[in-house]
Nanobody, 115 residues
Framework: QVQLVESGGGLVQPGGSLTLSCAAS????????MGWYRQGPGKQRELVAT???????NYADSVKGRFTISRDNAKNTVHLRMNSLKPEDTTVYYC?????????WGQGTQVTVSS
């Protein structure tokens, strides 16, 4: 059993910053890739950023240069630092983790960018 707990969402003004965090707990022996996805109403879930166990990162073009993904392997956590936020970044963000061939999702955290 693996649990993912997300935190850090909220309301921020355009141009502002937020940091999302996701902590994995439970039957964890080793974590593979970790990442963040987002999904708006009526839209498909889309990749925001991923990071491998070795630290290789990948970003959606829409967030490159604004968002930074990082992980702490000792604490089984992944973070998403979001700078220069835009109204179009408003949606629900989901943590995603691969553990021994199984894929897990967090419950989602709302990010709202509005003045």
């Amino acid at each position: 059993q693996v649990q993912l707990v997300e935190s850090g969402g909220g309301l921020v003004q355009p141009g502002g910053s937020l940091t999302l965090s996701c902590a994995a707990s439970g039957s964890i022996f080793s974590i593979g890739a970790m990442g963040w996805y987002r999904q708006g109403p009526g839209k498909q879930r889309e990749l925001v950023a991923t990071i491998t166990s070795g630290g290789i990162t990948n970003y959606a073009d829409s967030v490159k240069g604004r968002f930074t993904i990082s992980r702490d392997n000792a604490k089984n956590t992944v973070h998403l630092r979001m700078n220069s936020l835009k109204p179009e970044d408003t949606t629900v963000y989901y943590c995603n983790v691969w553990i021994r061939g199984y894929n897990y999702w967090g419950q989602g955290t709302q990010v709202t960018v509005s003045s």
